[in-house]
């Protein structure tokens, strides 16, 4: 679970509210929670950057693929067939 730090003090934060911008991208609203000496609030923007791992299909997608581009004695190599 991710946890959100004030940019002011480092304290924790509380997500108050998200305001989906798209599918990969959002706007946190949010709060510190060190409400002696900071109290900010703020938003901050969460987003998808990449895969680290691909999904299965997404794999299993790209490998079909490749393998179709292979002439047909490469196919059946790769495949020990």
């Not at 730090?5 to 480092?10: A, D, K, V």
């Not at 989906?20 to 706007?27: D, G, L, M, V």
């Amino acid at each position: 679970m991710a946890r959100v730090n004030c940019p002011e003090c480092e304290s924790k934060a509380v997500i108050t509210s998200r305001e989906t911008q798209s599918s990969h991208a959002a706007h946190l609203y949010c709060v510190c929670t060190n409400t002696k000496k900071c109290g900010a609030s703020f938003r901050m923007t969460l987003g998808f950057d990449h895969y680290i791992n691909p999904p299965l299909m997404t794999t299993a997608q790209m490998a079909k693929q490749l393998l179709k581009n292979l002439p047909r004695e490469q196919q059946l190599e790769l495949l020990d067939l």
